[in-house]
């Protein structure tokens, strides 16, 4: 069983930073992916930034140059460092685990960004 806990969420002002966490324990099985996804309400789960196993990243558009994906595969953790935030930020951000071997994911309870004045 794999579970994920998020961390480093919060309230932020606007042209803020916060490095939100995550934490997988369990057994996955590699190669695995690692990423993030938000929730803003009244909307769709969308993508922020995934990293390959192979270190390949990818990124919203609207985060490209103020969101930085990594990952430490040794503590199988995946972080997430926003800066420069801005109101439309706002979300619940969900850590996620694919295991292309296994073909199977796995997702975290969310953590709160709040970008507000």
């Known amino acids: 069983q794999v579970q994920l806990v998020e961390s480093g969420g919060g309230l932020v002002q606007p042209g803020g930073s916060l490095r939100l966490s995550c934490a997988a324990s369990?057994?996955?099985?590699?190669?695995?992916?690692m990423g993030w996804y938000r929730q803003a309400p009244g909307k769709q789960r969308e993508l922020v930034a995934t990293?390959?196993?192979?270190?390949?990243?990818n990124y919203a558009d609207s985060v490209k140059g103020r969101f930085t994906i990594s990952r430490d595969n040794a503590k199988k953790t995946v972080y997430l460092q926003m800066n420069s935030l801005k109101p439309e930020d706002t979300a619940v951000y969900y850590c996620?685990?694919?295991?292309?071997?296994?073909?199977?994911?796995?997702w975290g309870q969310g953590t709160q960004v709040t970008v507000s004045s």
């Open positions: 369990g057994s996955i099985f590699s190669p695995y992916n």
């Open positions: 996620n685990v694919y295991s292309a071997r296994t073909g199977t994911g796995n």
């Open positions: 990293l390959t196993s192979g270190g390949s990243t």
